[in-house]
């Protein structure tokens, strides 16, 4: 038997199969547009909490803005303030072997059409990956690295 375009109905049932995760994708897409933050902080705290699969606070021991592009550092906390129990997050075995301090670092710009987005996030980094950043970014070093700290 063939349809009346000239395939047969288990040919069409394969293309629609293979076309259908497609089709869920931009569904989803068009359903849930990206989420837009009207403060720095809530863009970090949102990602941070993505990260540690947990709701977060933040603790923001530095935040400095320049024009459209705003830098924080600090430590997350639970939701209610208390220290984040690492054991219970996707970085469990990195904090129990040392790779992983308790803190993030984040560098953010502002659009008006979008809000803020993240530029980049360090998550318990061990180092200093915002050195190269205002480089990278075109941000004023100041930003990152004031001269009076």
């Known amino acids: ?5 000239g395939a047969s109905p288990w040919t069409l049932l394969r293309s629609l ?4 995760p497609a089709i869920w994708l ?15 902080y809530e863009a970090v705290r949102s990602a941070v909490a ?15 803005r320049d024009g459209s592009w705003a ?12 220290s984040i129990d690492y054991s219970a997050t996707p970085f469990a075995e990195d904090m ?12 953010l ?3 008006a059409s979008r809000g803020w987005s993240i530029i980049e996030l360090a998550l318990g980094a061990t180092d200093a990956p915002f050195v190269d950043w205002p480089a990278r970014h075109g941000v004023p ?3 990152i690295m004031p001269e009076n700290e």
Not at 71 to 82: K, V
């Open 1 to 5: 038997m063939t349809t009346d375009c």
């Open 17 to 20: 199969a293979r076309a259908l």
């Open 26 to 40: 931009l569904a989803a897409c068009v359903a849930s547009p990206p989420q837009r933050f009207d403060s720095p």
């Open 50 to 64: 993505g990260q540690l699969g947990m709701p977060v606070s933040l603790r923001v021991e530095q935040a400095r």
């Open 71 to 82: 830098y924080l550092s600090g430590r997350p906390l639970t939701a209610d303030g208390a």
């Open 96 to 107: 129990a072997e040392g790779f992983l301090d308790d803190n993030f670092i984040a560098l």
């Open 109 to 111: 710009h502002f659009d």
């Open 141 to 143: 070093r100041e930003l």
